[in-house]
């Protein structure tokens, strides 16, 4: 936000991340305020590579170009967070939800509370040991909310003080995690794909009931986040863009569409989304705004919790499941190992996964799309990377690529049903769940 406001060239943000304290370090960010891309990453590699001794650095020549940022500064990022509330007379009459919020000991502590106050909620109460802001994350093994047990604290307090929301962002605060409560009292926390899902689903009802919707709208997923979205897309005469991993990516489609068409929102399934294009990273404080401004829409217009919407959506797109295999395999040797599975797939894919024709195949190495069953191929408009999809008759899709920053290979599943009720919620879950596994042995992955 800092870069764009002001018109820097770019910027570097110091953070703990949502990883083991031992991988705190720092992202860069080029002119538009989103992560470095090609060529810039290289460059910065290549002077990097050019210091051979720490007198080389340059540093404290001119004291008087650095300022110091103070609370003014907050405000306007809060200001244009707040310009994102669509639903303020909800907000009005459910002010008083009881909100349950951890920062896991990072810097989302003061603007989170800070944000949810600006939009009208006055019961927020935050979960108080991991309010101490500490790189070491004394509480938790992992500051990611993707894991219960990360959460388990502030799940602790809401059930304790009947808190209608649970949220948490990690220690820099630009992932979110969002926790509801179901029929039976229990704190079911949602995965980013259905954090996506809702965000992306609240804010495009209320832009097509607000009468902002005219055809020149458009919202960005990852191409292993929910198909679901483009489902939710679609249903609104949406254009939604789908690109790599990387929230990097989502900042690049929003610098292209710059001036010709206005961007919504967008994320990924690793618990990151952005409403709006004030900033060109996934942001927890925003996030954390809107989720809470939903729940109260959907329990002032509808009479339903969050988590009921969410299944009421399931009855109407159909019940998308996901799943996350990832294999590691260390050292040089792995590193091999992983290449050969990736060139095995690509000489021999599956024809058939548990019995479905694999109808499409999408190679971003290539960046062709092939038709099976036509022998067709298309050109995939995108940015190159190691990554194949496939994509069944009966709507699976599996997609894999090897991890960017870990020895691992990773596997997305995504399969898919019709849900005839709320009431068939759990058993549908259920089946869909050992279709995932099932599959994972039909492709020999266990």
């Not at 003014?72 to 009881?98: A, C, G, N, Q």
């Not at 005839?420 to 869909?432: F, I, K, Q, W």
Request: proline letters at 4%; hydrophobic letters at 35%.
């Amino acid at each position: 936000f800092a870069i764009r406001e002001l018109k820097c060239h770019s910027g570097v943000v110091i953070t703990a991340s949502h990883n083991p304290k031992e991988y705190n370090g720092y992202k860069a960010y080029w002119t538009d305020g989103a992560q470095v891309t090609a060529p810039h990453d290289r460059n910065i590699i290549e002077e990097v590579g050019r210091i051979t001794d720490v007198g080389m650095i340059r540093t404290g020549l001119h004291p008087e170009n650095i300022v110091v940022l103070g609370e003014d500064f907050d405000e306007k990022y809060l200001d244009r967070i707040h310009e994102l509330s669509l639903s303020p007379e909800s907000v009005k009459r459910r002010h008083d939800m009881k909100i349950v919020y951890t920062p896991l000991h990072g810097a989302g502590v003061r603007l989170v509370p800070a944000s949810l106050r600006r939009f009208g909620f006055t019961n927020v109460t935050l979960v108080p040991e991991q309010s101490v802001v500490d790189g070491n994350f004394p509480t938790v093994e992992s500051p990611n909310p993707e894991e219960r047990k990360t959460m388990s604290k502030a799940i602790e307090l809401a059930a304790r003080e009947g808190a209608d929301l649970v949220l948490a962002t990690d220690p820099d605060s630009d992932r979110i995690g969002v926790a509801l409560r179901n029929k039976q009292g229990e704190y079911v926390l949602l995965n980013g794909n259905q954090t996506l899902v809702l965000l992306m689903s609240y804010q495009l009802t209320r832009w097509a009931e607000l009468g902002l919707l005219d055809g020149r709208q458009y919202v960005v997923k990852t191409i292993v986040t929910s198909q679901m979205a483009n489902a939710v897309a679609d249903r609104f005469g949406v254009k939604c863009y789908d690109c790599l991993t990387g929230f990097k990516y989502i900042a690049k489609i929003i610098r292209e569409n710059e001036g010709r068409t206005k961007y919504i929102g967008g994320g990924e399934e690793s618990f990151g989304y952005l409403a709006g294009d004030y900033v060109r990273d996934k942001d927890g404080v925003s996030a954390c705004s809107l989720a809470a401004e939903a729940a109260a829409w959907a329990m002032d217009t509808m009479g339903l919790t969050l988590y009921e919407w969410l299944q009421e959506l399931y009855v109407q797109y159909g019940l998308y499941r996901e799943g996350l295999l990832p294999i590691v395999r260390k050292g040089k040797e792995g590193a091999e190992q992983i290449q050969r599975m990736m060139a095995d797939f690509r000489a021999t894919p599956p024809a058939a996964i548990l019995g479905s024709p694999v109808v499409r195949i999408n190679d971003f190495q290539t960046l062709e799309t092939l038709d099976t069953r036509s022998g067709a191929r298309t050109p995939i408009e995108q940015d190159r990377s190691n990554v194949l999809q496939w994509f069944t008759e009966d709507g699976t899709t599996v997609s894999v690529r090897p991890s960017g920053t870990e020895p691992k290979i990773k596997f997305y599943f995504g399969v898919k049903a019709p849900l005839a009720s709320a009431a068939e919620y759990e058993r549908t879950v259920a089946g869909l769940d050992a279709k995932i596994e099932a599959i994972k042995k039909d492709l020999k992955l266990e």
